[in-house]
Structure formats: C-alpha cells, structure tokens
C-alpha cells in the first residue's frame, strides 16, 4: 500500500496501470488532444467519428443544433444508416462465427451463446413476423420483456423495419404499463408468457392482459413462449411467436433510416407528473453508444463484456444491445439476480464465461459487499480487465472494494455518470488516459461540455460545487419527448436558458474532476432505478382513504436512497399497522415492486407555506432524522405541523 493510499478515500488517487497506459486506445496525451478538438471542431471531428458506423448514403452536415428558443438537436441528418445493419450484417463478413450473445438463464444451468450469424436470421425471422402482423416503418411497440435473447431479437428487429420500441421494465405494474401503452400511441405489443427471478414467475403476459383493458388502441400482441407457463388468450389480438415464426424467411432487407428517423422511446421519470417517453434517433445515438463503449471500457476484439444492468433501463439499451453489437463484440445477457441461487453469484457467471469486462451499480455492490470477501474469492476472476459502475453515485467504500476484492487491485474502475436523456457516458474516466479517485466520475467524454452554475445561474469557474449542466450537443443526446416538444424545453432548457439541465448537482475540484452530488430535484435514486417522488405521491393518493402525501428519499445502506411517504389519512381515520401494509401493497400495483415504500409516516397534516406549498426541505430532514437542522420554520401556515412530525418519526 503507498501512502496515498492511507489516506481518506476522497483523498486518494490512483494512477493509471503502467499496461494500461502503453496499450490503451487513449492515453492521457491522446485524450486532452481528442477532447480538445472534439469541442473546439465538432464539425470535423464528428465528422470523422461518424465513420465508425455503415452508411447507406453518407452524411454532408455533421452538426445542426440549437439550444435556444424551439430547442433543435440534428447529427449527420442528409446521412442514412440501419442501426441493425450496424450491429448484425457488417459484421458478418469476419464475425459470422463469433458469439454475439451469451445468455446465461436465472438458474445456472442454462446458458447458450448466440453467433453473429445466427443473430442475423434470428433477428430476420423475427423482423418478418413484425411485418406479418402489420408493423410498419415509424409504428410504436411496446415491448414488456424479460432479460431473454428474444428482447434483443426483437429490439434489433424493430430496428431493421423501422419500427420504434419502448421497451417497458418487467417489474413495472399493470397499470405503468398501460400509461405508457397509451402516451405512445402503441398499437403492438410484444411480451412472454412469464419471466424468471430468482427462480419465482414473473406474469408478465397476465401483467400485460391487464394492462391492455385500459389500452383501446392496442391491435396486436406478440407472445414469446418462455417458461411454458398458462396464459389467458384473447382472440384476434394474441399471436405466439414460434406459430408466426414457421413459415417467414430468414432473410429481411434493413430498411433505408434516416440518421434523424426515431430508434426508440423510454420513459424515465423527472421531478413533476408522470414519467417522460425520452426519444432517441438512429445515426447520432448509434454513433455515441459505440464509441463510448470502445473507448471507456477499451474494449479490444474478442473479449467477454458483461452489463448486469435490464433492457428495460438506458443501460441495458446502449450498453447491453446498441453499443456492444454495433461494436461487433461478445455481449452477456443475464436473467436472474445477484442473489440467486447464492451470494456469490456474479462472480460465479464471471469465472464461468471469462468475462472481461464488468459493469454493474453500486447498489448491487454495496449488497455483495455486506456478504464479505469469501464469495467473491471462491472464484477465479482473472479474466477481469475492466470493472464499471452506473446508476447512482458510488460510495467510497464501495468503489476501493470493488476495486481491492473483485478487481484485486489490477483492473481500473469506470465511474460512468449518464441519464436516459443523454443516450450513453458523459462523465467518466478512460482506463488508459485518467487517473482515478474513488467517487468521482473523473472528465467528460468527447464533445461533453460540462459546466456548473449556481442557483441563480452564474457560471462557477475552476474549483467549486454547483448544479451541472451541459453547454452544447452531443451526438447521443435524445431529441425530444414524444408528442411534447415543449415538455422537452420546459424540462431541460428553461431553468437555464441555452443549457441542458441535468437535474444533478456535482463538484469540481482542483484538478477538474467532477463528483456528483446527486439529484437537486425531485428525482430519487433507488437502487439505481430513477423514480419521481411525484410519482409514488399520486399513486398514494389514488388510495381512496388518503387525502394528502408527501414523498421524499432518504440515505439508505444498500439502496443508495429509500423512500419515505408522509400520508394524511381522511378526517375521522385512524392509522393502523394493517392500512400502513395496505398502502405498501398498493403502490406496489399502481407502479411496481421497485416503488414500494419504505416507511409510512401517518400525519394529521403536512408543513405548508401560507400559500400551501409543501415545505419538502423540513420534510426531508425529518426523514434523515436531523431534526436539529431544520432551518427556517416561521413561514408555515402552522409550525406546530414540525413538532407533531418530528414526535411522529416513529414510524410504520
Ligand atoms: C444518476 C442511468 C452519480 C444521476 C444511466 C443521473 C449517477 C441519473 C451516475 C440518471 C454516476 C447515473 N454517478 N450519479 N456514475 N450515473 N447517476 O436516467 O443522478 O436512469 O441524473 O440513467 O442517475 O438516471 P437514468
């Protein structure tokens, strides 16, 4: 151990590997020269990088944005390409043979690979059966999918057809499900009978049924058989997809894309009403996940990469699919959990696959961590080169045991700070170019141009903390949101006028690292799923005993932040232990398991303003049970609301 190393982990740093450094794709002198050039001539730059990718008809404009007023965000837009030709055919001229997939099942004895090849016809067949049912160029499809190599079949094969996904999150309820169904306008649907986790069913196909009362504009429903499990038929509108596969070609001709034609929608969650359908486009965000994935993870031909993140997430979009395939690499898909069948087993799928390279969250680790260092040493993770980490800020703690247990002490940890919203890494380290300090997210990627500004907007030079915002586009930013442009400048650009507004508060400190804070909006964090605290709020009073909630994230060990309800009841109810459950349970249903609250705290009333603004700053530190701090309480409409919250903090 060198000195720096006894020292408090903010404090440390640790030099790039002397290997790295030498056979890095970027090195620290190749990364200030990019970087440089990547902002002071994007025209020319991302001319060049553009490259990277197959174009049917070139591109003549590279950039054509404008942050101001209507907000217009273009990249390579005379070009035109087809995202699934970039991640299957071009590679089948020298890859047909390499594996393109592994899927490793939720029970470990099943696992197979996937070719180039075989992802070719599979991707074919399922892109003819898409058109069979009348799926056309520019339709919506939802899909509600397991982590099963039948979502990437049928996410590539939208791709192919000009089809846009929204991929929904198998443990989002019937009824998230059925709002997203709606706000896109989707007419087909695409699920499976039932997922697996940790060896319990999943009723994803029944989740789906339900869903589809509530969604009048849905025509058709393709259902991949997975685990055999009974579902309920309806006529007319459900097709199995092994009985519409029998009889269509393997063969299916990408159809021509624009580079600004839509590649899919998410819906990601912001501070006010419901969740946002984030729209990303073909050429720029198909040009972002690639390079990103090559240069932060110096993914070099041949190695096993493994993101343990959901297709129903951002990461698993770029980082499991887009990125990885349009690189021609080997990508692993894996069902289950951390968990499952034991503790250890992560490192067990390592071992197995040899993988490479690893990208996880830090909620993740921080369960694993709590299990000690004997699972992890069960196994030999010698394969290991480069170690990942996305969602949430990582904790100190956490990144020198990843990087001290699982990378033993060889392999560079990439903090990759990135939303939905920017379609792939903005903020992180490149193994080969930057030395690292737990916590921090280290230096933009190429083309980033972050900055910081305080509250009241003024830019904040060199050392200091503020909230981060991004001065001009990049390739992989989305677009819009779907059917409401203006919820897209509302949201992103008018807080600042001319910048994007992450949502995030970070620091910079003297060397220029950035470290982010975490949301300074009413966004929060849990498990690295990112939810809207207005979200669970409505959801809550949806409840027909419930006249009032409050919610706010709180610090919580393993999950990086809980979340705490503060509910009134109607007048004449009282609380019980069983409405408390009651009302768990209810969330559960309305969003999904990953909502599920973590404390009720039942209140005769909410502090407000004279105006009737819920004060959520006293409520947040009364669920940090920092009760010393609160600030300044005179402009309630009632103080007393404090003392009878503060006594109330015994919670259910
Ligand atoms: C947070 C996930 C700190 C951040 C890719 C951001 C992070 C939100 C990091 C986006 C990181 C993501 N360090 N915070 N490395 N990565 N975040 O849209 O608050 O699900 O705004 O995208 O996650 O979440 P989203």
Redesign the pocket.
Same mark, same amino acid.
């Given at each position: 151990m060198n000195d720096q190393q006894q020292a408090a982990p903010e404090q440390m740093v640790f030099p790039v590997p002397e290997d790295f450094a030498k056979a890095a794709k970027c090195d620290k002198a190749r990364y200030e020269e990019m970087y440089r050039r990547s902002v002071s001539d994007p025209d020319g730059f991302w001319g060049e990088h553009g490259k990277r990718l197959d174009w049917f008809s070139p591109y003549k404009t590279v950039k054509n944005t404008s942050f101001e007023n209507d907000v217009s965000i273009k990249w390579f837009e005379d070009g035109t390409l087809n995202a699934s030709y970039n991640c299957i055919d071009r590679h089948l001229p020298e890859k047909a043979n390499d594996v393109a997939l592994i899927w490793e099942g939720d029970n470990p004895a099943y696992h197979y690979s996937i070719t180039y090849q075989q992802l070719y016809i599979h991707v074919c067949r399922f892109a003819n059966v898409l058109k069979k049912m009348g799926v056309k160029k520019g339709d919506r499809v939802t899909l509600y999918m397991p982590m099963i190599v039948e979502t990437a079949y049928a996410m590539l094969a939208c791709a192919r057809i000009g089809a846009v996904h929204s991929i929904v999150f198998g443990g989002f309820s019937a009824e998230a499900l059925a709002g997203r169904i709606n706000d896109c306008k989707s007419e087909w649907a695409i699920t499976c009978d039932e997922g697996v986790r940790a060896g319990k069913s999943v009723p994803l196909k029944a989740n789906l049924d339900k869903a589809a009362e509530h969604c009048p504009g849905l025509k058709g429903v393709l259902v991949v058989r997975h685990t055999g499990g009974a579902v309920d038929w309806v006529e007319g509108r459900d097709i199995w997809y092994h009985d519409a596969a029998l009889d269509v070609s393997s063969a299916c001709e990408p159809e021509v894309m624009n580079a600004e034609d839509p590649l899919f929608i998410l819906y $990601?969650s912001g501070s006010t009403g419901q969740p946002k359908g984030v729209l990303h486009t073909t050429g720029g965000y198909l040009v972002w996940a690639s390079m990103t994935h090559e240069y932060v993870f110096d993914y070099r031909p041949g190695e096993v990469y493994w993101c343990a993140a959901d297709v129903g997430? @951002? $990461?698993g979009h770029s980082y499991i699919i887009y990125g990885p395939l349009a690189n021609g690499a080997t990508s692993l898909m894996f069902e289950g959990v951390p968990t499952y069948p034991d503790v250890d087993r992560f490192w067990r799928v390592i071992a197995k696959h040899k993988v490479n390279i690893f990208y996880t969250a %830090?909620t993740a680790l921080r369960a694993l961590m709590r299990e000690g260092d004997e699972p992890v040493e069960r196994h030999d993770l010698s394969s290991l080169r480069i170690l990942g980490?996305? +969602?949430? %800020?990582?904790n100190p703690e956490a990144w020198l045991w990843y990087h001290r247990v699982v990378g033993k002490e060889r392999c560079p940890i990439v903090?990759?700070?990135?939303?939905?919203?920017?379609g792939g890494m903005m903020?992180?380290p490149l193994p080969g170019a930057m030395d690292l300090k737990p916590g921090s997210?280290t230096k933009p990627f190429f083309g980033v141009q972050t900055a910081l500004v305080s509250s009241e907007g003024d830019l904040i030079e060199g050392a200091g903390e503020g909230n981060l915002v991004i001065t001009d586009s990049w390739p992989g930013q989305a677009r819009t949101v779907y059917g409401d442009h203006d919820r897209f400048i509302q949201t992103y650009f008018s807080t600042y006028k001319g910048l994007y507004f992450? #949502?995030?508060g970070c620091r910079r400190d003297e060397d220029g690292y950035y470290w982010?804070t +975490? *949301?300074v909006d009413d @966004?929060i964090?849990v498990s #690295?799923? *990112?939810m809207g605290t207005a979200e669970v709020e409505s959801a809550l009073v949806a409840h027909q005993l419930v006249a009032e909630a409050a919610v706010v994230g709180f610090p919580h060990d393993v999950k990086g932040q809980g979340i705490y309800c503060y509910v009134t009841l109607n007048a004449g109810l009282e609380p019980t232990d069983n409405l408390a459950k009651e009302l768990r349970q209810w969330v559960r249903t309305e969003i999904g398991p990953i909502a599920t609250p973590d404390h009720i705290h039942f209140t005769p009333a909410l502090p407000k303003t004279r105006s009737g603004k819920i004060m959520r700053r006293i409520l947040r530190k009364i669920a940090e049970n920092e009760f010393g701090n609160l600030g300044d309480t005179s402009t309630l409409a009632d103080p007393s609301v404090v003392d009878s919250l503060i006594e109330g903090r015994k919670v259910r």
């Open positions: $990601t997430w @951002v $990461t %830090p980490s996305v +969602g949430e %800020p990582i903090d990759t700070w990135w939303q939905t919203e920017t903020i992180t997210a992450t #949502g995030d982010i +975490g *949301r @966004v964090n #690295g799923h *990112r």
